[in-house]
């Protein structure tokens, strides 16, 4: 459909003054009004028309210049101009298309780095403590955001910025002083998160801890061999954990990049910034007083403390300019809290005053937090659950789930490969149920966690549509078993004329929206806009299969209807599959 979409911002750009892209069309409501709407309301005060008005006109120049597409048709509803896509093109071309290709084919994806080059920064935990469950937003939206990115033709660089340098890392090293620790004792990460959370219980008592940290970071700053090895060993502990994690949710960086990465550029860097005066001193400290992109002032931002450290802004500052220097980047996303906000403002203040346009192409994509409906988990001291945790949680209960239906369709007997099948698919399942609730979820808001609810079977669940890509494989299963399709289906323009229902035609269309949602889930780096649309195709193939029968009709009917079966199943799984939900074969 986009490539109509595209036809038709082209058909309107011959009337219009100011050009439309084709991703500015809407969809309207119903099926029924059209594929594509133009919204004439913006125009309303430029024409000094009614938007009706003017829908109504532009229709009219467009057939009087006759610049109509083949296929496509235009239509008035109030104050839209609908574009509608004939039956004819639908079930030809659109239905060829997303079954070109090899098993998930490659419908709406754009030749690789064709599209210019994407700086994405996601996940950045830090270092030392376990990745809580509130780490999986930016690290489930970033990791759905790049491979999306990568399938539209650009050329992503993907960065965790981990929280590897402070003053906290001489809070550790202080640690292992008091707690009789050496570079050599075997540490793991739980025993490292306890002497975090010592320390600092008796550095509230205890001052001279904290004098003792900041001196530990100023020398670890300064390269001092023996702490800077004690921290290598925190970092090296914490990325083991880490990888282990990633691994079960299946992302990977091309860079991991800390914060420690940056630290021979910061000297340099406040150098400059001070020659240039774009540094101010300020009661001892080193800050630039910043504007936002509007010019209005925001809380100066502090670069060098009184005592000679820098700070989490300074090296977001190194590490910008590092970025592009390496890149040259047409973007650069963060994806990170909202609750840093006023910092990003600030780090992005600070590029712009030191006169670096391509601060312009750099956001900051917040989120929400996580709230959970169980009261023990939400009543955690810090609300802090762990992403390992939650997963095992949903593991359990999937299994339970699954126990439940063998119950009722035993299928085999209980060997140990049953078992192990059983642990792989629970493992699927569950991963598949925590990153599809929170992607869906759209990411400025929080996340409502009730685990019966996101491990449900039935309703917008990630269980749900893993479901429905399984029941497609065991159509097309069934089909090549009893003799009614060749394994693999191939689009067959001759069988075309047996779809003739109204259900199946709007399945075909809103299987061909998915480049569509694709392009509006980078646009708007939510891809809760990419997971309400697979949400909605799943809905329609459930309709679809209720009401026209697959199996068992005419040889004709059969072969036309499991094209459309492939059809979803390809663009199920290929959706699943870039927000990184597992695809079990079997449920
Ligand atoms: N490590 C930080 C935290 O856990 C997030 C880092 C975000 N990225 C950045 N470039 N500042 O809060």
């Known amino acids: 459909m986009e490539r109509f979409a595209q036809l038709a911002a082209q058909c309107l750009n011959t009337v219009l003054e100011s050009p439309v892209q084709w991703t500015d069309l809407e969809f309207p409501p119903e099926p029924s009004l059209g ?10 005060k430029q024409l ?17 210049k006759g610049t109509l597409p083949d296929g496509l048709e235009a239509r008035t509803a109030g104050p839209y101009l609908n574009f509608i896509v004939s ?97 050599q004792s075997p540490l793991t990460m739980l025993e490292l998160v306890d002497l975090y959370v010592k320390i600092n219980a008796l550095a509230e008592k205890d001052p001279t801890i904290e004098i003792e940290a900041k001196e530990a970071f100023l020398r670890l700053e300064k390269g001092d061999p023996e702490i800077t090895a004690l921290w290598k060993k925190c970092v090296d502990i914490s990325l083991i954990e880490f990888d282990r994690n990633y691994k079960r949710l299946n992302v990977h960086f091309d860079h991991i990049w800390g914060e420690s990465h940056y630290k021979d550029q910061l000297a340099p860097l406040l150098q400059d910034l001070k020659s240039r005066g774009i ?47 390496q890149f040259h980047f047409d973007r650069m996303t963060y994806i990170v809290g909202a609750e840093q906000k006023l910092h990003f403002k600030q780090v992005f203040g600070v590029l712009r005053k030191m006169g670096l ?27 802090f659950v762990t992403l390992d945790e939650v997963l095992t949680q949903a593991k359990d209960r999937v299994k339970t789930l699954m126990a439940d239906r063998q119950k009722d369709h035993p299928q085999g007997e209980n060997t140990k ?97 998915f480049p569509i949602h694709l392009e509006r889930t980078l646009k708007f780096s939510k891809a809760s806009q990419l997971a309400h649309y697979l949400i909605d195709i799943t809905h329609l193939f459930g309709t679809f299969y209720r009401e026209c029968q697959v199996l068992g009709q005419t040889p004709e009917l059969t072969r036309a209807r499991l094209m459309l079966v492939e059809a979803t199943r390809r ?8 927000l990184g939900i597992p695809l079990p074969e079997k449920m």
């Open 417 to 513: 490969d049953s078992h192990e099948a059983l642990e792989a698919v629970s493992e699927a399942v569950a991963v598949g149920a925590v990153v599809f609730h929170d992607l869906h979820t759209d990411p400025v808001r929080d996340v409502e966690f009730d685990l019966e609810r996101v491990v449900d079977f039935e309703g917008e669940t990630g269980p749900y549509l893993q479901y429905a890509h399984t029941r497609c494989l065991s159509i097309l299963r069934k089909a090549h078993a009893t003799g009614q399709a060749p394994e693999t289906i191939e689009f067959d323009p001759a069988l075309t004329q047996h779809l003739t229902t109204d259900v199946e035609l709007h399945l075909v269309k809103s299987l061909g929206q």
């Open 87 to 183: 039956r004819q093109l639908v079930l030809q071309s659109l239905l060829q298309d997303i079954l070109k290709g090899e098993n998930r084919g490659n419908y709406g994806s754009i030749p690789a780095k064709t599209r210019g080059t994407w700086v994405l920064e996601y996940s950045s935990p830090n270092v030392a403590k376990p990745l809580n469950i509130y780490h999986l937003r930016p690290t489930a939206l970033g990791a759905a955001l790049d491979r999306i990115g990568r399938y539209r033709g650009y050329e992503v660089f993907s960065i965790n910025h981990l929280g590897d340098w402070g003053k906290q890392y001489g809070m550790l090293t202080v640690a292992f002083r008091v707690f009789n620790k050496t570079i």
């Open 279 to 325: 540094l101010v001193e300020s009661e001892g400290a080193w800050i630039v007083p910043v504007t936002d992109e509007s010019g209005q002032e925001l809380p100066p931002c502090l670069l060098q403390k009184s005592d000679g450290a820098t700070i989490y802004a300074t090296r977001d500052v190194a590490a910008a300019i590092y970025r592009f220097n």
């Open 571 to 578: 663009i199920l799984g290929q959706g699943l599959q870039l």
């Open 357 to 383: 346009n391509w601060v312009d192409t750099c956001e900051h994509v917040p989120f929400g937090l996580y709230r959970f409906k169980d009261a023990k988990m939400s009543t955690r001291k810090g609300n």
């Open 48 to 64: 000094r028309k009614s938007p009706p008005q003017i829908a109504q006109s532009l229709l009219q120049q467009i057939q009087e």
């Open 35 to 44: 594929d594509f709407a133009f919204p004439c309301f913006k125009l309303a």
